[in-house]
């Protein structure tokens, strides 16, 4: 159905269209009756519905009704795979629209910028391109139905201290190219209906109050179509907010703000056209959402089946010798609380009420060799003798152990930052006492971030179950018994200590919070700095073996405009059916800036049976070979060579080629007295400037080649080569103005230079 907003706009008092501006109560928008606006209701999201019918609140205190709680994004981006994320929103949008909900307040989007924040078990990831990818599939599942999403927190949140009032200080380099791109790729290929903003400020400004952030970038470059909603309370300044880009306040101000924004136009300060724009980006999306509701029928226990399936596909095996995977006729010790009472969600506001919880006891209530030994407690960090002693009991005579560790709930949480990235100690000790009786020992790890893993060496086996979501057991015992074959992979890396993070020193400071690491994140810096972590990036083993063969491109020269089509062979060389990851990195050759060694530009699932080989195809564009050129405000990649690598993960690279890249781009000239002449020499339209400066330098200190042909003697040529050597630097760092100094010009004539150099 056709609307005509603006008439409806115009329709509206100055105080029904503020009213518009923030929601009614914590979870609805206002409506007017009179005008036929419903007032439509939003719920977090993003792993599931946390629809609260009675008392609202936004972190996860109130109930909430029963629901489906789905994997976290820590889990589903292990996945890599499109098309189940797909299908992962499909369902929540099914769920959303029964429940008559207008939005979910998902994807959660932000960069794991260390292993300690608190939410990182609802954010997918180290990596912009993936959690990107993921997102978009994830939006465009869901609004198939015409339920909005609500991606999230835009923009730079990537700590829990002080959320709602420290600035991350980022370069903008580092912005656009870590922080922005999962949403920049979200919003271009997916539309989400909403967007977030966070409750942090970016660079002294609020988000919520940006309009370089909510304006300039979110709709000028990146053609942002639907509303912006705050976090729930990150509203500072309304009238700011809305002429910044923030359309919706949530929850509501008790009418405050509105007031604000009444006043406001009364006086002057605020164009009503500001307004009447907001309240149109609104209703379009309401209606949106309103004008294509039907009759919804979603089954709880086919969402669980979901859940189930995205749990299997997500986990990652981190580690087998052999042992895995397990045969019904063993004798399994299962031992840990965490086998009864899994941990498979965070707390704060994306807690689901589950309809149900499987834990690998329930699902394995059928296997007659499998014992449970509680061994330690879930919930707190606490040895007990008598539990530990009764585990190494049941250990020793059993033939493999599985033990079941993880985080406490209030080890990680919304709303504070872990101190550490420590298991329990209690856990720590009881693996180690059990692995010095029983070689052949399972750890399954239940845990939103990265923990350290002291006992790496002690185990055969370890696979990485993250927070799994309501099927949780389900999932971890048809892995472990071999019924799935694991197919996740690292969404990032996991260090071995908490000190190798490039955050480390400057993470959760107080007000101010510097990203001195820039966009050395993740790989990008473990790699940089050939540090050896205990698992890559991308790194996930299966019960099969994969091998890559043929990697072909369809041309190895590329203009700006090209696009490059990348094709590998992989193929199952075990004996079961399993699926791979297949991962595409490019590393800049061009020595044009300083960069990643490698960042991911690609990657697919493909599932193969035994013997099975199937073609993977990627495409490449120019923006998969550029970094973001702050001068040029735009994405550069440098004439030169780029190489194209085919991984099983980051840090194992099975294949690669060269393509050679011209660009013709120019990057903008803005010389001035401090331009040096290394400078003026690395770019070849200025480079003759820099040349005759140069031959000036070279002629005053008599340098140069022609001192190099008298050398007579061995010490005489390496005392000249040293000595052009220094001078050379010396010059190159030597600003414009430098050469005044010896007399070489005049000012005015250095001044003719750079305005002939500025009109190029
Ligand atoms: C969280 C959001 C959430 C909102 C509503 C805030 O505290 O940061 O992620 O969607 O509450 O519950």
Same mark, same amino acid.
């Given at each position: ?204 400004? !609020? ?79 309401? !209606? ?17 089946? &979901? ?13 087998? #010798? ?37 834990? &690998? ?14 061994? !330690? ?120 200590? &908490? ?46 073996? !994969? ?7 369809d041309r190895?020269?590329v203009?700006?405009e090209d696009t490059v089509t990348v ?51 990627f495409t490449l564009d120019y923006r998969s ?40 781009? &120019? ?45 007579? #003697?061995?010490?005489?040529?390496? #005392? ?41």
């Amino acid at each position: 159905m056709e609307r005509n907003l603006k008439e409806l706009v115009a329709q509206m008092t100055l105080e029904e269209k503020a009213g518009m501006c923030s929601g009614l109560d914590f979870w609805h928008l206002k409506g007017v009756e009179r005008l036929g606006i419903p007032s439509v209701m939003v719920s977090d999201g993003p792993h599931g519905l946390r629809k609260q019918d009675e008392s609202g609140d936004h972190l996860g205190i109130n109930d909430s009704i029963k629901a489906v709680c789905f994997p976290p994004a820590a889990l589903s981006a292990c996945s890599f795979d499109r098309e189940l994320m797909h299908t992962f929103g499909d369902a929540i949008g099914k769920e959303a629209q029964a429940q008559n909900l207008s939005v979910v307040l998902g994807p959660a989007v932000n960069i794991k910028r260390s292993p300690l924040c608190g939410r990182n078990f609802e954010y997918y990831s180290e990596d912009p391109y993936l959690a990107g990818e993921t997102a978009a599939a994830f939006i465009d599942g869901v609004q198939t139905h015409h339920v909005g999403t609500s991606i999230k927190h835009f923009a730079a949140n990537n700590q829990e201290f002080n959320r709602m009032s420290c600035s991350s200080d980022v370069d903008e380099r580092t912005l656009r190219e870590i922080y922005l791109p999962a949403f920049e790729t979200a919003v271009k290929k997916a539309q989400p209906y909403t967007v977030m903003c966070s409750y942090n400020k970016i660079n002294g400004t !609020f988000a919520s109050e940006n309009p370089w952030l909510l304006t300039d970038v979110l709709r000028d470059e990146w053609g942002f179509e639907g509303y912006v909603m705050s976090d729930w309370g990150a509203v500072n300044e309304r009238v700011e907010g809305l002429k910044a880009g923030l359309e919706l306040e949530m929850p509501t101000s008790y009418g405050i703000n509105d007031r604000e924004i009444i006043a406001a136009v009364k006086d002057g300060s605020l164009d009503e056209a500001v307004l009447d724009r907001a309240v149109e980006r609104i209703l379009r999306i309401v !209606f949106l959402y309103w004008d294509n509701r039907e009759e919804q029928d979603f089954a709880l226990e086919a969402d669980h089946a &979901l859940a189930k399936k995205i749990a299997e596909e997500s986990m990652v095996l981190l580690k087998n #010798d052999n042992v895995l995977p397990l045969n019904k006729n063993e004798k399994i010790a299962v031992i840990g609380e965490f086998a009864v009472k899994p941990r498979f969600q965070g707390g704060g506001s994306s807690h689901i009420n589950s309809f149900k919880i499987s834990s &690998l006891m329930d699902a394995l209530k059928e296997y007659e060799n499998v014992t449970y030994i509680k061994g !330690f407690s879930a919930d707190e960090d606490c040895y007990e003798e008598a539990l530990a002693q009764e585990a190494l009991n049941a250990a020793k005579s059993a033939d493999k152990v599985v033990i079941c560790a993880g985080l406490p709930d209030s080890f990680e949480s919304e709303g504070y930052d872990r101190s550490h990235m420590h298991l329990p100690e209690c856990q720590n000790r009881l693996i180690r006492e059990i692995t010095a009786v029983q070689p052949e020992t399972i750890v399954v790890l239940h845990n939103g971030s990265p923990v350290e893993i002291p006992w790496l060496s002690d185990v055969k086996g370890l696979l990485e179950a993250y927070l799994g979501g309501q099927a949780v057991g389900e999932a971890v015992a048809d892995i472990l018994f071999g019924n799935v074959n694991p197919s996740g992979k690292l969404a990032e890396t996991i260090p071995y200590k &908490l000190s190798d993070n490039p955050s480390y020193l400057s993470f959760g400071d107080g007000d101010h919070v510097t990203y001195n690491e820039g966009i050395f994140v993740g790989y990008r810096y473990y790699d940089a700095k050939e540090m050896p972590v205990a698992f890559p990036f991308g790194y996930g083993l299966s019960y099969t073996t !994969f091998a890559y063969s043929n990697l072909t491109l369809d041309r190895n020269n590329v203009a700006d405009e090209d696009t490059v089509t990348v094709t590998v062979d992989v193929t199952n060389t075990g004996s079961v059916k399993g699926k791979e990851i297949v991962q595409l990195y490019v590393s800049d050759l061009t020595g044009a800036a300083r960069r990643p060694l490698r960042e991911l530009k690609g990657y697919e699932k493909v599932s193969l049976k035994p013997g099975e080989t199937k073609t993977v195809s990627f495409t490449l564009d120019y923006r998969s070979f550029a970094w973001y050129h702050t001068a040029l405000h735009d994405w550069y990649a440098a004439s030169g060579e780029y190489e194209i690598q085919i991984g099983a993960s980051s840090r194992d690279i099975r294949l690669s080629e060269i393509v050679h890249l011209t660009t013709e781009k &120019l990057l903008p000239i803005q010389t001035h007295l401090n331009t040096t002449l290394g400078e003026l020499l690395s770019d070849e339209r200025t480079a003759k400037y820099g040349l005759k400066l140069k031959k000036k330098m070279d002629a005053f200190f008599g340098g140069g080649a022609a001192a190099d042909e008298d050398a007579n #003697d061995a010490e005489e040529a390496a #005392d000249e080569a040293v000595g052009d050597a220094m001078g050379d630097a010396i010059a190159f760092s030597m600003p414009m103005r430098g050469v005044l100094s010896f007399g070489l010009c005049t000012k005015e004539e250095l001044q003719n230079m750079i305005d002939e150099m500025n009109q190029l």
